[in-house]
T-cell receptor, first 111, second 112 residues
Framework: DAGITQSPRHKVTETGTPVTLRCHQT?????MYWYRQDPGHGLRLIHY???????DKGEVSDGYSVSRSKTEDFLLTLESATSSQTSVYFC??????????FGPGTRLTVL | SQQGEEDPQALSIQEGENATMNCSYK?????LQWYRQNSGRGLVHLIL?????REKHSGRLRVTLDTSKKSSSLLITASRAADTASYFC????????????FGKGTRLHILP
């Protein structure tokens, strides 16, 4: 998985609670991405980062925030989780031609 | 919005046969990529073709790109059971190489 780890790998939480997912890379890549994958929707970009403290929104950013205080870590926070945020979340890093190298994913269930 | 759309959505073939999947996209691209995803795993990058290339090979994979038709195809020759997976095309838009847009994928099932 290209030196990318995600934690936790599985999480069940309740509506209204905050949730933070962590992505960690060991290869000093500048760009990092958070996606969600849902049946019928494919893979959709939530937020991405192009450097420490530099982030931008993707197509489905509402309800999510991100932070990147170190090159190796990119955090995704659901401020107040909703059932519609039940999904599989993937972190990715970018190669030279914008190839994406994905982590193993986090399966999040919001009850 | 989705840039790449794969066709068919699902495909079942016998082991040993060739599998062809297609991808259409809407706007000018810098490059187009194909990925594989096994059940419960992250996507794995397979091959990249640039906008000025027409064909590329990697092992049993052959990718073609027709920029005039805004389409690409992925051919897997001599399919194996291990090729059972979902396959996604992804496009990097021209002048926006910080973005990559994925299609919804083709589910390929190789029958023994």
């Amino acid at each position: 998985d290209a030196g990318i780890t995600q934690s936790p790998r599985h999480k069940v939480t309740e509506t209204g609670t905050p949730v933070t997912l962590r992505c960690h890379q060991t290869e000093n890549h500048r760009y990092m991405y958070w996606y969600r994958q849902d049946p019928g929707h494919g893979l959709r970009l939530i937020h991405y980062s192009y450097g420490v403290k530099d982030t931008d929104k993707g197509e489905v950013s509402d309800g999510y925030s991100v932070s990147r205080s170190k090159t190796e870590d990119f955090l995704l926070t659901l401020e107040s989780a909703t059932s519609s945020q039940t999904s599989v979340y993937f972190c990715a890093i970018r190669g030279l031609d914008n190839e994406q190298f994905f982590g193993p994913g986090t399966r999040l269930t919001v009850l | 919005s989705q840039q790449g759309e794969e066709d068919p959505q699902a495909l079942s073939i016998q082991e040993g046969e060739n599998a062809t999947m297609n991808c259409s996209y809407k706007t000018s691209i810098n490059n187009l990529q194909w990925y594989r995803q096994n059940s419960g795993r992250g996507l794995v990058h397979l091959i990249l073709i640039r906008s000025n290339e027409r064909e590329k090979h990697s092992g049993r994979l052959r990718v073609t790109l027709d920029t005039s038709k805004k389409s690409s195809s992925l051919l897997i020759t001599a399919s194996r059971a291990a090729d059972t997976a979902s396959y996604f095309c992804a496009t990097v838009p021209m002048n926006r190489d910080d973005k990559i847009i994925f299609g919804k994928g083709t589910r390929l099932h190789i029958l023994p």
